[in-house]
C-alpha cells in the first residue's frame, strides 16, 4: 500500500505543477491503458491499473439489478467528494455492456461526466457515448434552462394567468394581496431543487416516445446530500402550491365568465392550454417515481470515514422518511491491508475500518446491503477505465 500512496503522490505532484496533458500524461504512463482502446486485445491486459479487490460477499448482488427488459432508474447520491459521479458512470458502462441500452444523467449543477468519460457532453442534449456493447447516451441537465422553462410555466399558466382573470372583473388591485401564494416568489427565486424536477419529468417524458423506448436503464448522478433532499421532497411542494394556484384560478374563471356572459363577451384566456396543471402532473410522475420500488433505486456512496458515514446515515433516513427504495450503500476508496511499516498507511487502515464497523452498528445504514469499492493508484477517466472499475465493483 505504501508504494500506492508513492504512485498517486507522484501523479498528484505532477498534476498541480503542470496543468497541461502531456506532463500528466507521463506522470500516470504507468496507467497509460487506462485512457486508450484496442479492440484486438482484452481489456483486462490494456489496463495496468492497480486496486484493492473486496470479498465476494459483499460485492454480490449485480446480478438483480441486471435482470429483467423492464426499465429502472438508479440514482446515485451522497456526501460531495466521495465519487458519486465515477460510480454512476461506471454502473451505466456495466450496464451497457451487460446488453442494456442505457442513459446516465448529471443533476447535479456542477457537472463532472464529462470529465469522467473523457467526452464533451455539454449542451444539455443526448449525447451518445463510444466504447460501450449496447448504447450508451449521457445527459449533462442545463440548469439555467430548466429554470427558464418553469418560469415560462408559471408566466404564462400561473400569476399572469390569475393576474388577466383578476384584472378582466376590474379586480386587479386584490392581486397585490394574494401575497401567501408568493407567486412572484416562485417565479423569480424557484426553489432548491426545481431544476432538476423539471429535468426529470423531461427525461422521462421524451422516454415514453417510441424513439426510446428500447432504453432500459437509466441512472442519475445526483447533486452532494442537501440539494438531493430537498429535490426528493420537492413534488410534494409543488403539488400543493401549484394545486392552490390552480383552485383559485378556476374559482376566478368562473366568476369572470359568469360577468362577462351578462354582457356577451368572451373570455379567451380560458380556452388556452393549462401549462400549470402540465408542470403540476410532471412533479406528480416524478413523486410517483421516487417512491416506485419496482422502478427506482438510491444507492448511497459514501467514504470510510466516520463523518462521511454519519451524514449517509441521516441521509437513508431522510429517504426511508420520503419512501423512496433504497437497498445498497457503496464505501468508495478503501485501502488495502498493509503489509509495510508505514504508519500513515496503517493508522488511515485503522481509520477505515473503524467507519465500517459504524455503518454495521448503525441502524439505518446495516440494513442495507454493503458494497465495496478500491482506492485505485490513478484517475479513473474514460470508457476502458470505467469499465475496469465497474468490474471491480458491480459484481
Known amino acids: 500500500m505504501a508504494a500506492l500512496l508513492r504512485y498517486a503522490s507522484k501523479c498528484q505532484n505532477y498534476s498541480l505543477l503542470d496543468h497541461g496533458a502531456r506532463r500528466f500524461t507521463e506522470a500516470v504512463s504507468a496507467a497509460s491503458a487506462l485512457f486508450y482502446t484496442n479492440?484486438?486485445?482484452?481489456?483486462?491486459?490494456?489496463?495496468q491499473v492497480r486496486s484493492i479487490s473486496s470479498s465476494p460477499e459483499s460485492l454480490d448482488g449485480f446480478n438483480d439489478?441486471?435482470?429483467?427488459?423492464?426499465?429502472?432508474?438508479?440514482?446515485?447520491?451522497?456526501k460531495g467528494g466521495v465519487g458519486k459521479t465515477s460510480c454512476a458512470a461506471s454502473l451505466a458502462v456495466k450496464f451497457a455492456n451487460s446488453g442494456h441500452p442505457t442513459?446516465?444523467?448529471?443533476?447535479?449543477?456542477?457537472?463532472?461526466?464529462?470529465?469522467?468519460?473523457?467526452?464533451?457532453?455539454?449542451?444539455?442534449?443526448?449525447?451518445?457515448?463510444?466504447?460501450?456493447?449496447?448504447?450508451?447516451?449521457?445527459?449533462?441537465?442545463?440548469?439555467?434552462?430548466?429554470?427558464?422553462?418553469?418560469?415560462?410555466?408559471?408566466?404564462?399558466g400561473g400569476r399572469n394567468s390569475v393576474k388577466d382573470v383578476m384584472d378582466g372583473m376590474g379586480l386587479g388591485s386584490m392581486f397585490d394581496q394574494l401575497g401567501d401564494l408568493k407567486l412572484d416568489e416562485l417565479m423569480d427565486n424557484p426553489?432548491?431543487?426545481?431544476?432538476?424536477?423539471?429535468?426529470?419529468?423531461?427525461?422521462?417524458?421524451?422516454?415514453?416516445?417510441?424513439?426510446?423506448?428500447?432504453?432500459?436503464?437509466?441512472?442519475?448522478?445526483?447533486?452532494?446530500?442537501?440539494?438531493?433532499?430537498?429535490?426528493?421532497?420537492?413534488?410534494?411542494?409543488?403539488?400543493?402550491?401549484l394545486g392552490k394556484m390552480m383552485e383559485l384560478k378556476k374559482k376566478l374563471a368562473s366568476a369572470s365568465a359568469a360577468i362577462k356572459s351578462v354582457f356577451g363577451k368572451q373570455d379567451k384566456q380560458l380556452d388556452a392550454p393549462d401549462r400549470l396543471e402540465?408542470?403540476?402532473?410532471?412533479?406528480?410522475?416524478?413523486?410517483?417515481?421516487?417512491?416506485?420500488?419496482?422502478?427506482?433505486?438510491?444507492?448511497?456512496?459514501?467514504?470510510?470515514?466516520?463523518?462521511?458515514?454519519?451524514?449517509?446515515?441521516?441521509?437513508?433516513?431522510?429517504?426511508?422518511?420520503?419512501?423512496?427504495?433504497?437497498?445498497?450503500?457503496?464505501?468508495?476508496?478503501?485501502?488495502?491491508?498493509?503489509?509495510?511499516?508505514?504508519?500513515?498507511?496503517?493508522?488511515k487502515r485503522k481509520e477505515q475500518m473503524h467507519a465500517l464497523k459504524t455503518i454495521s452498528n448503525d441502524k439505518e445504514l446495516s440494513q442495507l446491503r454493503l458494497l465495496e469499492a478500491p482506492l485505485f493508484d490513478a484517475e479513473i477517466r474514460g470508457v476502458p477505465a470505467l469499465n475496469f472499475m465497474a468490474n471491480s465493483i458491480w459484481k
Open 39 to 47: 479492440n484486438s486485445r482484452p481489456l483486462k491486459d490494456l489496463v
Open 65 to 78: 439489478m441486471v435482470l429483467g427488459r423492464t426499465r429502472k432508474y438508479y440514482m446515485i447520491g451522497g
Open 103 to 156: 442513459i446516465v444523467v448529471s443533476t447535479d449543477p456542477a457537472h463532472s461526466l464529462s470529465d469522467s468519460f473523457s467526452q464533451n457532453l455539454s449542451g444539455g442534449n443526448l449525447v451518445p457515448v463510444e466504447g460501450v456493447a449496447s448504447p450508451l447516451y449521457a445527459l449533462e441537465i442545463v440548469s439555467e434552462k430548466m429554470k427558464e422553462e418553469f418560469q415560462s410555466s408559471m408566466r404564462t
Open 191 to 241: 426553489p432548491p431543487g426545481m431544476d432538476e424536477v423539471v429535468a426529470i419529468s423531461k427525461v422521462m417524458g421524451f422516454l415514453d416516445s417510441p424513439a426510446y423506448s428500447t432504453f432500459t436503464r437509466i441512472v442519475f448522478d445526483t447533486a452532494p446530500t442537501g440539494h438531493t433532499l430537498r429535490l426528493l421532497s420537492l413534488p410534494d411542494f409543488l403539488d400543493t402550491s
Open 278 to 347: 402540465q408542470l403540476r402532473e410532471s412533479a406528480r410522475k416524478v413523486r410517483d417515481l421516487f417512491r416506485d420500488p419496482d422502478s427506482m433505486e438510491f444507492i448511497i456512496v459514501t467514504i470510510p470515514t466516520v463523518m462521511a458515514v454519519s451524514e449517509s446515515s441521516r441521509l437513508c433516513g431522510s429517504l426511508r422518511k420520503e419512501s423512496v427504495p433504497i437497498r445498497r450503500i457503496l464505501v468508495n476508496q478503501l485501502l488495502p491491508p498493509s503489509s509495510s511499516d508505514c504508519k500513515f498507511c496503517a493508522m
